[in-house]
């Protein structure tokens, strides 16, 4: 595999694990604290996204590159290209979509916590890396191929 | 420098740019001028953000600035396909670093448990479009330096 390979399926992991450490620490809350579950689901997701934020960004650092080697062709460059593409696109029709079911269920009179829109901004850049983990292993082909 | 004898034109992608900003900064000026002249008047406006139909131009650029036909019809090359790229990506990072200060912002100063009209959504998403455009716009025009360089179409 090669290290953007490499690098998206670390990012899935991650945000597979944060998914369901955030459902688990919100069983703990409702179950156990006895907390709505809009509430513990707030709490439960604030420390798996903030570490998963930090891992998933940091994941170029911890997949270097190797010195005085080439890794990456036109290919790779056009890979690249793409999945960004896709996943701003992805990011960016979730951030419509959610926008505007909200603003047309609720009623566009009424009010909105504050704390829905660093949900939807998150969940947005949640989905920007998904999309594009997923695209840069969809376009290799998932599996190493004498890389 | 020596332009004589050369057509000094913008290309294609210059031009939808200057006018991707164009339709961009009259429909803004256009909507608050109404929006106000109306609220001054009347005390509220109904007819004002109507004048965002305006936009509806940005999707006529295919029409208005078609493609040359013919045997010089080659317009786009892999320096403007990368020009455009990169146009693309930086709109839409600066796009998503603008949205997470908004909203953290917004969190911080108003604070987590109050609250914000339901309308700020949808014209979240709705500037979140115009400013993609026009940062893509900018940053196109930018990468070509503004004005013609007398290339041939």
Request: charged share 15%; aromatic share 14%; net charge positive.
């Amino acid at each position: 595999m090669n290290r953007q390979q490499k690098i998206a399926w670390f990012q899935l992991a991650v945000i597979a694990m944060a998914a369901i450490a955030s459902a688990a620490i919100s069983e703990i809350y409702v179950y156990k604290d006895g907390l709505n579950f809009s509430k513990a689901w707030w709490f439960g997701t604030v420390w798996p996204v903030i570490l998963g934020i930090i891992l998933m960004t940091s994941a170029p650092l911890l997949f270097r590159k190797k010195k005085g080697q080439v890794d990456f062709d036109e290919r790779d460059l056009t890979i690249d290209r793409w999945a960004a593409r896709i996943s701003y696109g992805m990011s960016y029709a979730f951030l419509f979509i959610i926008c505007m079911a909200i603003g047309t269920t609720s009623g566009f009179d009424r009010l909105i916590p504050t704390y829905w829109l660093a949900r939807i901004a998150l969940g947005g850049f949640i989905i920007m890396i998904a999309a594009q983990a997923l695209t840069i292993l969809l376009c290799y082909g998932r599996q190493a191929k004498h890389g | 420098m020596n332009t004589a004898g050369k057509e000094r034109t913008m290309n294609r992608f210059q031009k939808i740019a200057w006018f991707n900003l164009a339709v961009i900064t009259a429909t803004i000026l256009i909507t608050s001028t109404a929006i106000a002249i109306e609220i001054r008047m009347r005390g509220y406006s109904t007819i004002g953000p109507c004048f965002v139909v305006i936009l509806a131009l940005l999707k006529a650029t295919p029409f208005l600035f078609k493609k040359p036909q013919g045997q010089s019809g080659v317009v786009c090359d892999e320096r403007d396909h990368f020009i455009r790229n990169r146009a693309a990506s930086f709109a839409y990072t600066a796009f998503w670093y603008v949205l997470f200060l908004f909203c953290f912002l917004l969190w911080f100063i108003i604070g987590p448990e109050n609250s914000v009209p339901t309308i700020a959504l949808p014209l979240t998403a709705f500037g979140g479009a115009l400013f993609i455009k026009t940062v893509a716009s900018v940053a196109i025009l930018v990468q070509y330096g503004w004005r013609d360089k007398g290339e041939k179409l």
